[in-house]
DNA sequence: AGAATATATGTAGAGTTGTTCAGACGTTAA
DNA sequence: TTAACGTCTGAACAACTCTACATATATTCT
């Protein structure tokens, strides 16, 4: 939490925190600090990737790219106590990166971001795991 | 850490932590079961995550999307002060996320990982921020 | 050589996060 | 109604993370 207030360069970004020697480039940090997100934009996409920093929310949302699925059996597939993947669930919850299906007493959570989806799938691929089926292979024809 | 060991299902995920009651829907438990990556895959991406999921550190890595930038100019063009900037590209550099070219008493870095690229691109995306030039968007001819 | 510069590192303290346990709540079955 | 169930929540604690400050190292300049 840096806290800068990035509207219009030109001046410096806040008092205290500015390169106390000159600018290297200077063309290019303007360049690059004009076409710096919004503060808040930034926020929110470290607080997205923040959610996914966790091996247990990870496993919860690898579970639910294929399909809806409630706590008790998110629980057994991850490994996690059915308070962890609630707790899990709750933060996923608030930026909307699952929603809940209630039935009975059951609660059947899926994916609500395609988004997200994307970057999970993106991520196995970095990771090496070739995604299985959800990695469709190009073939020749 | 939940350090779920997971080899092939149909063994209980380990002891004192499986679920208390009966599965919902067993056979969906076990094909996702099947499907979830290792451990060490899940971990290792949480980990890249975990380095998306700080403003400052997504600041650096969105300047570095446009070439490679000097620590000073880093600082500069983030907001961070210059200990916080090195700081940050020490743990985005063991994970080979960014390289150093040194220079004199200068160190420049850059992106090393397209994957990383990627993830930031589509984050921006989802975060509603345009892209500007980075997201070319598919016009009609 | 010494001074100034650019970057890197150690460390300490505040703050945050994940996990566990206990218990709450609403729902269904007996 | 009471009991069992599935899920949710709150509190406590350890583990971790970020930031700031001080200092270290390496390079260039005079």
Chains 1, 2 share one sequence.
Do not use: W
Request: aromatic share 2%.
């Amino acid at each position: 939490m840096t806290g800068t207030v990035q509207g219009m360069p030109t001046a410096p970004t806040r008092p205290g925190s500015e390169c106390a020697t000159r600018l290297v480039d200077a063309e290019k940090v303007q360049a690059v600090r004009s076409r710096m997100p919004a503060e808040a934009d930034v926020a929110e996409l470290a607080v997205i990737f923040g959610l996914l920093s966790d091996p247990g929310r990870v496993r919860i949302l690898i579970a639910l790219l294929e399909g809806e699925m409630c706590v008790c059996d998110l629980a057994a597939t991850t490994g996690l106590s059915e308070s962890g993947v609630s707790h899990a669930l709750r933060l996923l919850r608030g930026p909307r990166v699952v929603q809940v299906r209630r039935a009975g007493r059951r609660a059947y959570y899926s994916l609500a971001d395609s988004h997200v989806r994307m970057l999970l799938d993106l991520g196995l691929t970095h990771v090496g795991h070739a995604g299985q089926d959800r990695l469709k292979m190009v073939t020749n024809s």
